[in-house]
Structures are given as structure tokens and as C-alpha cells.
């Protein structure tokens, strides 16, 4: 395997004298993030969540039946199967359901947010300046649905990526266009 | 002929071949139970019809190479100055890669992809660990032609000098002007002083092993356990173990500092135009360069005994591009003393980092701790001896001890556990035995998450983790309010500056 490797120098930027000025910052003025209203999911998403969900139900009861017509020993217990079943996903319903209202994302003049979580509440704020690259990415049932998701990536590995999923398309590619044109300024 | 990359090009048409043969390979990694069930459990005749659908499994990937074939484009949008992807079938995808962000572009042959006579050209930014875009096949002149537009200020490498090789140039600048070298005294006292935790993993793992084999014999009758308590008496047992014990720490400690030497032997730091060249190794000297610029966490570590030798180890992690290996290998120093540790700070840095001010987490942190190490353990281990293992109940002892000392470990690691801020630094205390302080400057910082559970909302209490180019740096539970004051500053100083991570 013959490789050659080239490597752009960073573009080291300095700061013009004339222009700089160094004042203490008043750290209480400063815009808060926890202050952001966060822009929901399209509803659309739900949509495509519950399709998903009712494909994975779908194989859950197709194997739960299986069992049931197949293995006998199961027979006496199969009112309990179907409860458990039927609870199980009652309980992942709900669970979605929450996943989903609590998802939403904000874009600031100099960074973006994205809030999910169930238990806990995670808010990822990442400045523009520190986008590497972005990817929009189209799923199969999502395009029906006229939705696409939003791929934010820095440079500090994939903890610190963000993911919009369930954005409008047009949205979505306005969007991008945003990120794109905020990178470049930033350089 | 220059190809002409701002119209959305396809892979040479060869390229459906490494399509197919890939696709082959992703699906026959996920199929493959599916295929060696198929062909042990039915019988003839079913077999039979898994024989005759092959064909046509071929038929099908041949259809979808040729789509993934037909859907992967990518085109250079001058007017934006990006490099823009687009693949896949069903699933679509479209990346753009701002040309300013491409650090390497790296044009490679498989053994496939030489038989056919095609070349992939791979497409790397900063961080992340995955290629960022590859391109499988396309002819040699293309991709040259393609990542010479990707790169136009082109500055070639020779090798990755962010990792660990040999090199004698740097060897020779090194004999040239040092700046520290560490002596053998202290490489001695780093063997004798570090890798207690792992010492004791493999001490357990020792008795582990002995005790079955132990176990084993008297179960198929070789020794009789009856026989075997009563041949030795009580006593003996207790003079033999800790015997073995003393004999096996000693065994451990020596190990450790061959160890140590071998790996650490004629440790020399010279400085050059602002960056420490390292070389270190008692059979192959191993070199390395750290730029200032690139380096994203430094932690020092040391415990109780070597900070009465006067010792302690840095590992300093550098933003790496691409290459998986050099991203998790931080680069260790070990055996400095305190003022060589603040010499390679103020260095590095361009001060030595004081510690402002300390955020300290909340008691539940321990509480946590405690339940996941200790009361869990404890719950799996009565319900498994009280259903049907009692035999396990005579080890009560055993579990006393374990309680004590996890106890202890974890008060120490939450006594250590301690944020402090500064207006240039960020370092986290953490450690219960070897302590350490991972220093990072608020420039550095890629992203911030905030996290907080839905019950300690009232208690004001939360998380917070500071994402860098070499790796993360986390805190949790401490006064939310304060984390985020700090998260908007850190913010605001990201933002308002343009000075480089990296």
C-alpha cells in the first residue's frame, strides 16, 4: 500500500494592534445559553419515530407469536407474554414521546445548541469557529416525509458531534448554508 | 486532460467491482450467523434452495454496488471553496468539507484496488477519528489532479512527527543542547512508586488462577480437600501466604522497574525554537516532538510517595490528525521533578498554570460512587449466595474487606475530586491514590456539554464535560449555577477570539 501524506500549514491569525483592546468583561452581561429558547423538532419526526417503532413492535409481536404458537411450554404463560409485551411498549412509547419533546436546537449568532435527554438534560454548545465539517443526511422513510438531519462535527471526536435529526429539508439546506457561510467568515 | 471538478463527478466505472466487493463485505459481516446456521441446520432439500438463491444474492448486491455506484458523486463548489460528497442509496448522505479544514489528503491501493488499477483517495480534518470522505476508485491521474485542487498551498511531510519514532536527526539536535534529562535514580523511583492499581490486578488475577487450579486438583480427586486442610496446619497456611505475598509484591516491584527502564532508559528533553524534543528508550530510542500549539491536555500526576521522592509523571496529549493510534498515545514523561515540571510548563504553556477558583462536587457524587462500587457488588453477591450458593456466605471476611478499602477509595477520590478555574487555566484534581491534574487552556475547548438530572434540578446541582482536540475533560455535580456562569464565559472567550487550538 503506497500512501503520500501532504499537509496544509494552520493559518495562524493575528490580531491588528490598533484594533485591540483588553477591558475587564463584566461576567454577569455575558448572553447566557441556558437563556435560549430551543426550536422544537418538526412534527413529522414523531411520525417517522412511530413508524420506526411500529416496525420494531412489529417483529417484537411477530417473534412473541412465534413463540407462543410454536414452543408449548409457553401456552399457560402466554397472557403474561402478551401483558409484559404489551407494557414493554406502552413504556418505550411513553419514553419516545419524552426523547422527542425534549429534543430542540437554537441557533445564536455565534454557536449552536442542541438539548436532548430523558433522565438527564444534555445541552452540547458548539461555537461556530469550531466546526470542521457538516453532512446533511436524508433516510429512506424521512425523505417521504420531507425531513432530513443535520451532522455537526469538530474536531474533538465524536462526543462532542452534534446530530439535528427531524429538520424540514429546505430548513435543513438553509441551515447548512448558515453553518458554511459562519465557518468561512470565521477564517 | 484536466478534469473538470466543479461538475459532480462519478469513480471510474471499474469502480462498481470495489462497490460490490465492499458491499459483500459489509453485508457478510452482518449475515454470516445467519449463512453458517443456514447451511449446519437444514437439511438437504432446504439447503438446496440456499444453494440455488446465491445466484441470485449476487444478482442483487451487483444491483445495489452499481446504485451506490451511480449515487456517489462529488464535486468542488468553487464559489463556496468546499469539497461536497454525496452517497448512498436509500439513505442519503452529502458532506461538505470547507478546503480551508482539509489537513491531509491520502491516496492509497489496496490489493483489490491494485488488481482492478484503481486508487482511493481519502479526505482527513482535524479530530475525528474516521476519514472524514473517502473515495474508493479512481484512476491514479485523477486523483493526483483532485488532491492538488484540494490542496493548493501543498507543504509535504516526510512522516508524522506528532508520534513516536525513530529518528536520528532529532536525536542529534537533542545531544546537541539539553534541557533535562532524567537520571536512572529517577527512573528507579518511578518503577518502585507507580502502577500499584495494575500490580494488584494482576496479584488478584494470580490468586484467582491458583485457587481454581487448586480447586480443579482436589475436584478430580488428585487431592483430596479434607486432606489438603489438614496436611497443613493453619498456621503454616498463614506463614506460606504471606510469604507468596511479599515474594510476588517484590516480584511486581521488579518487574515495574525493569519495565520502566527499558521503556524510559536516557530520557533527554532539549528545547528547540519553542518545542521539546523528547528521546527516551534503553533498545530502540524512541523521539518525538511536542509543538506548544499543539498540545491540548497536560496532566501531572503523582502520589504520596513520590511527592516525597520528589518525582512526578506528565502526559501531554497533542490535537493528532487522522491516525487512530496517535490519538490516544499521550506522551508520558516520566520521573521529572518539580522544578523541571515547571520549566516544561512555562514552556509549553507560557506560564506556570495556578489553580483559581475551586469548584467542589456535591456529597451525592460519593453517594453514587459508593452505591455503584459498593452496595451493588454487595446486593449481586448476598442474592446470588442466599439463592443457592451458601457455601459463598463463609467469605464474609473477604467482603469486610473489600468494603473498607473501596470505602476508602472512593472518599479519597471524592476528597480529590476538585475544578479549578482560572482566567487561562482549567485543571481537574482527580485520583484517589496517584493523583492527577489535567490542565487545559479555555482556548482549547471545541464544544461544551452541560448535563443535569431531572431531580437535581432543585438542588442546583449538574455536569459539566469541556471537549478538546485531545480528548474530554469532565466534572460532575458541582453547583450548576457556577458551571454555567463559567460555560458562557468559556463560550464568549471562544467566540470573541480567533486564536488557534491547534
Same mark, same amino acid.
Given at each position: 500500500?503506497?500512501?503520500?501524506?501532504?499537509?496544509?500549514?494552520?493559518?495562524?491569525?493575528?490580531?491588528?494592534?490598533?484594533?485591540?483592546?483588553?477591558?475587564?468583561?463584566?461576567?454577569?452581561?455575558?448572553?447566557?445559553?441556558?437563556?435560549?429558547?430551543?426550536?422544537?423538532?418538526?412534527?413529522?419526526?414523531?411520525?417517522?419515530? $412511530?413508524?420506526?417503532?411500529?416496525?420494531?413492535?412489529? &417483529? $417484537?409481536?411477530?417473534? #412473541?407469536?412465534?413463540?407462543?404458537?410454536?414452543?408449548?411450554? $409457553?401456552?399457560?404463560?402466554?397472557?403474561?407474554? &402478551?401483558?409484559?409485551?404489551?407494557?414493554?411498549?406502552?413504556?418505550?412509547?411513553?419514553?419516545?414521546? &419524552?426523547?422527542?419533546?425534549?429534543?430542540?436546537?437554537?441557533?445564536?449568532?455565534?454557536?449552536? $445548541?442542541?438539548?436532548?435527554?430523558?433522565?438527564?438534560?444534555?445541552?452540547?454548545?458548539?461555537?461556530?469557529?469550531?466546526?470542521?465539517?457538516?453532512?446533511?443526511?436524508?433516510?429512506? &422513510?424521512?425523505?417521504?416525509?420531507?425531513?432530513?438531519?443535520?451532522?455537526?462535527?469538530?474536531?474533538?471526536?465524536?462526543?462532542?458531534?452534534?446530530?439535528?435529526?427531524?429538520?424540514?429539508?429546505?430548513?435543513?439546506?438553509?441551515?447548512?448554508?448558515? #453553518?458554511?457561510?459562519?465557518?468561512?467568515?470565521?477564517? | 486532460?484536466?478534469?473538470?471538478?466543479?461538475? %459532480?463527478?462519478?469513480?471510474?466505472?471499474?469502480?462498481?467491482?470495489?462497490?460490490?466487493?465492499?458491499?459483500?463485505?459489509?453485508?457478510?459481516?452482518?449475515?454470516?450467523?445467519?449463512?453458517?446456521?443456514?447451511?449446519?441446520?437444514?437439511? !438437504?432439500?432446504?439447503?438446496?434452495?440456499?444453494?440455488?438463491?446465491?445466484?441470485?444474492?449476487?444478482?442483487?448486491?451487483?444491483?445495489?454496488?452499481?446504485?451506490?455506484?451511480?449515487?456517489?458523486?462529488?464535486?468542488?463548489?468553487?464559489?463556496?471553496?468546499?469539497?461536497?460528497?454525496?452517497?448512498?442509496?436509500?439513505?442519503?448522505?452529502?458532506?461538505?468539507?470547507?478546503?480551508?479544514?482539509?489537513?491531509? =489528503?491520502?491516496?492509497?491501493?489496496?490489493?483489490?484496488?491494485?488488481?482492478?488499477?484503481?486508487?482511493?483517495?481519502?479526505?482527513?480534518?482535524?479530530?475525528?477519528?474516521?476519514?472524514? =470522505?473517502?473515495?474508493?476508485?479512481?484512476?491514479?491521474?485523477?486523483?493526483?489532479?483532485?488532491?492538488? @485542487?484540494?490542496?493548493?498551498?501543498?507543504?509535504? @511531510?516526510?512522516?508524522?512527527?506528532?508520534?513516536?519514532?525513530?529518528?536520528?536527526?532529532?536525536?542529534? !539536535?537533542?545531544?546537541?543542547?539539553?534541557?533535562?534529562?532524567?537520571?536512572?535514580?529517577?527512573?528507579?523511583?518511578?518503577?518502585?512508586?507507580?502502577?500499584?492499581?495494575?500490580?494488584?490486578?494482576?496479584?488478584?488475577?494470580?490468586?484467582?488462577?491458583?485457587?481454581?487450579?487448586?480447586?480443579?486438583?482436589?475436584?478430580?480427586?488428585?487431592?483430596?480437600?479434607?486432606?489438603?486442610?489438614?496436611?497443613?496446619?493453619?498456621?503454616?497456611?498463614?506463614?506460606?501466604?504471606?510469604?507468596?505475598?511479599?515474594?510476588?509484591?517484590?516480584?511486581?516491584?521488579?518487574?515495574?522497574?525493569?519495565?520502566?527502564?527499558?521503556?524510559?532508559?536516557?530520557?533527554?528533553?532539549?528545547?528547540?525554537?519553542?518545542?521539546?524534543?523528547?528521546?527516551?528508550?534503553?533498545?530502540?530510542?524512541?523521539?518525538?516532538?511536542?509543538?506548544?500549539?499543539?498540545?491540548?491536555?497536560?496532566?501531572?500526576?503523582?502520589?504520596?510517595?513520590?511527592?516525597?521522592?520528589?518525582?512526578?509523571?506528565?502526559?501531554?496529549?497533542?490535537?493528532?490528525?487522522?491516525?487512530?493510534?496517535?490519538?490516544?498515545?499521550?506522551?508520558?514523561?516520566?520521573?521529572?521533578?518539580?522544578?523541571?515540571?515547571?520549566?516544561?510548563?512555562?514552556?509549553?504553556?507560557?506560564?506556570?498554570?495556578?489553580?483559581?477558583?475551586?469548584?467542589?462536587?456535591?456529597?451525592?457524587?460519593?453517594?453514587?460512587?459508593?452505591?455503584?462500587?459498593?452496595?451493588?457488588?454487595?446486593?449481586?453477591?448476598?442474592?446470588?449466595?442466599?439463592?443457592?450458593? %451458601?457455601?459463598?456466605?463463609?467469605?464474609?471476611?473477604?467482603?469486610?474487606?473489600?468494603?473498607?478499602?473501596?470505602?476508602?477509595?472512593?472518599?479519597?477520590?471524592?476528597?480529590?475530586?476538585?475544578?479549578?478555574?482560572?482566567?487561562?487555566?482549567?485543571?481537574?484534581?482527580?485520583? !484517589?491514590?496517584?493523583?492527577?491534574?489535567?490542565?487545559?487552556?479555555?482556548?482549547?475547548?471545541?464544544?461544551?456539554?452541560?448535563?443535569?438530572?431531572?431531580?437535581?434540578?432543585?438542588?442546583?446541582?449538574?455536569?459539566?464535560?469541556?471537549?478538546?482536540?485531545?480528548?474530554?475533560?469532565?466534572?460532575?455535580?458541582?453547583?450548576?449555577?457556577?458551571?454555567?456562569?463559567?460555560?458562557?464565559?468559556?463560550?464568549?472567550?471562544?467566540?470573541?477570539?480567533?486564536?488557534?487550538?491547534?
Amino acid at each position: 500500500m503506497d500512501s503520500v501524506i501532504f499537509r496544509k500549514s494552520p493559518i495562524q491569525n493575528q490580531i491588528p494592534m490598533e484594533n485591540f483592546t483588553n477591558e475587564t468583561i463584566d461576567t454577569t452581561q455575558l448572553p447566557r445559553f441556558e437563556e435560549v429558547p430551543f426550536a422544537p423538532l418538526h412534527p413529522n419526526y414523531w411520525k417517522l419515530t $412511530l413508524i420506526h417503532l411500529f416496525v420494531l413492535f412489529l &417483529i $417484537l409481536a411477530a417473534g #412473541l407469536g412465534f413463540g407462543i404458537v410454536f414452543n408449548n411450554e $409457553l401456552i399457560p404463560y402466554q397472557w403474561n407474554l &402478551i401483558v409484559a409485551a404489551a407494557v414493554l411498549m406502552l413504556l418505550v412509547l411513553m419514553f419516545s414521546r &419524552i426523547a422527542f419533546r425534549k429534543k430542540g436546537f437554537a441557533f445564536r449568532n455565534h454557536d449552536v $445548541l442542541f438539548r436532548s435527554g430523558i433522565i438527564a438534560t444534555n445541552t452540547i454548545v458548539i461555537p461556530y469557529n469550531r466546526v470542521q465539517h457538516v453532512a446533511l443526511h436524508e433516510g429512506f &422513510i424521512s425523505r417521504y416525509l420531507g425531513l432530513a438531519k443535520i451532522e455537526i462535527f469538530t474536531a474533538g471526536g465524536s462526543s462532542s458531534d452534534i446530530e439535528i435529526p427531524g429538520i424540514e429539508k429546505i430548513q435543513a439546506e438553509n441551515i447548512k448554508q448558515l #453553518l458554511m457561510g459562519k465557518i468561512q467568515k470565521q477564517l | 486532460m484536466k478534469v473538470d471538478f466543479s461538475q %459532480p463527478q462519478r469513480q471510474s466505472p471499474i469502480g462498481v467491482l470495489i462497490m460490490f466487493f465492499d458491499t459483500i463485505q459489509q453485508y457478510g459481516r452482518a449475515l454470516w450467523p445467519l449463512v453458517v446456521i443456514g447451511i449446519f441446520k437444514f437439511d !438437504a432439500a432446504n439447503r438446496l434452495y440456499i444453494f440455488l438463491s446465491i445466484p441470485l444474492i449476487f444478482i442483487v448486491i451487483g444491483i445495489i454496488a452499481y446504485l451506490k455506484y451511480l449515487n456517489f458523486t462529488f464535486f468542488l463548489d468553487n464559489k463556496n471553496d468546499e469539497f461536497v460528497v454525496t452517497e448512498g442509496v436509500f439513505n442519503k448522505t452529502r458532506t461538505t468539507i470547507q478546503l480551508q479544514k482539509i489537513q491531509q =489528503v491520502n491516496i492509497k491501493q489496496s490489493l483489490l484496488q491494485r488488481i482492478i488499477g484503481v486508487h482511493a483517495l481519502d479526505v482527513d480534518t482535524a479530530g475525528t477519528n474516521d476519514k472524514e =470522505v473517502s473515495i474508493k476508485a479512481v484512476s491514479h491521474e485523477l486523483a493526483l489532479d483532485l488532491k492538488s @485542487v484540494l490542496l493548493n498551498n501543498i507543504r509535504k @511531510v516526510s512522516e508524522n512527527q506528532t508520534s513516536e519514532t525513530e529518528n536520528p536527526e532529532i536525536q542529534a !539536535a537533542i545531544s546537541e543542547q539539553p534541557f533535562i534529562s532524567i537520571s536512572f535514580l529517577s527512573l528507579l523511583k518511578v518503577g518502585i512508586t507507580s502502577n500499584y492499581i495494575r500490580s494488584l490486578g494482576l496479584l488478584l488475577a494470580f490468586f484467582v488462577t491458583t485457587y481454581d487450579y487448586a480447586v480443579r486438583f482436589s475436584n478430580h480427586g488428585i487431592i483430596d480437600e479434607d486432606q489438603f486442610v489438614n496436611y497443613f496446619d493453619k498456621g503454616f497456611v498463614m506463614r506460606f501466604v504471606g510469604i507468596l505475598i511479599v515474594l510476588l509484591l517484590a516480584a511486581i516491584l521488579i518487574i515495574n522497574v525493569f519495565r520502566t527502564i527499558i521503556k524510559f532508559f536516557n530520557y533527554q528533553i532539549a528545547k528547540q525554537s519553542g518545542s521539546l524534543l523528547l528521546s527516551f528508550g534503553l533498545f530502540a530510542t524512541k523521539s518525538t516532538i511536542i509543538k506548544p500549539e499543539k498540545v491540548q491536555i497536560i496532566s501531572v500526576t503523582q502520589n504520596y510517595f513520590q511527592k516525597k521522592f520528589d518525582i512526578l509523571e506528565l502526559k501531554i496529549k497533542q490535537a493528532t490528525n487522522g491516525e487512530k493510534e496517535a490519538r490516544k498515545q499521550a506522551i508520558e514523561i516520566p520521573g521529572c521533578n518539580k522544578n523541571e515540571h515547571i520549566a516544561i510548563l512555562k514552556l509549553l504553556f507560557g506560564e506556570m498554570p495556578e489553580k483559581g477558583f475551586m469548584l467542589k462536587p456535591n456529597f451525592r457524587k460519593l453517594g453514587f460512587a459508593v452505591f455503584l462500587t459498593i452496595v451493588v457488588p454487595l446486593v449481586v453477591f448476598y442474592s446470588v449466595a442466599l439463592n443457592g450458593a %451458601p457455601n459463598l456466605l463463609e467469605y464474609h471476611y473477604g467482603v469486610a474487606v473489600y468494603v473498607v478499602f473501596m470505602g476508602i477509595i472512593q472518599y479519597f477520590s471524592f476528597r480529590n475530586n476538585r475544578l479549578f478555574i482560572n482566567d487561562r487555566f482549567i485543571i481537574k484534581q482527580s485520583g !484517589a491514590w496517584d493523583i492527577s491534574n489535567e490542565i487545559i487552556e479555555p482556548h482549547r475547548i471545541q464544544a461544551i456539554t452541560t448535563s443535569q438530572l431531572f431531580w437535581h434540578k432543585s438542588l442546583n446541582i449538574g455536569s459539566i464535560t469541556l471537549h478538546t482536540a485531545g480528548g474530554n475533560v469532565g466534572f460532575q455535580l458541582g453547583n450548576f449555577e457556577k458551571i454555567r456562569n463559567y460555560a458562557n464565559l468559556w463560550l464568549y472567550e471562544m467566540e470573541t477570539s480567533d486564536s488557534n487550538w491547534m
